[in-house]
């Protein structure tokens, strides 16, 4: 098994900035794809950024690109998503995630942290 704990959420004014970070036990995170979703009220989750295993692809929604980044430190076991130039759209509850090569879905999952953006 592996356990995922998220922090850095909270409330932020549009316009400001948050890091989120997902720390991870169990297993490295080098063998895994890395992924990061939200859901808001009402809405389906959706995935929000995510990184190949080997670091060397990464894809952003459309609404995020150029103002989201993710990233991860394999030696520390943690992922991150700087996100920048936060919009009161952006609010939700945003989730890491982990997917082995081999699976189709993701396999483990973090409980979720709060970004809330005011405007």
């Known amino acids: 098994q592996v356990q995922l704990v998220e922090s850095g959420g909270g409330l932020v004014q549009a316009g400001g900035s948050l890091r989120l970070s997902c720390a991870a036990s169990g297993r490295t995170f080098s063998s895994y794809d890395m992924g990061w979703f939200r859901q808001a009220p009402g809405k389906e989750r959706e995935l929000v950024a995510a990184?190949?295993?080997?670091?060397?692809?990464?894809y952003y929604a459309d609404s995020v690109k150029g103002r989201f980044t993710i990233s991860r430190d394999n030696a520390k076991n943690t992922v991150y998503l700087q996100m920048n130039s936060l919009k009161p759209e952006d609010t939700a509850v945003y989730y890491c995630?982990?997917?082995?090569?081999?699976?189709?879905?993701?396999?483990?999952w973090g409980q979720g942290t709060q970004v809330t953006v005011s405007s």
């Open positions: 990184m190949r295993w080997t670091g060397d692809s990464t």
């Open positions: 995630a982990l997917k082995r090569i081999i699976s189709r879905n993701y396999d483990y």
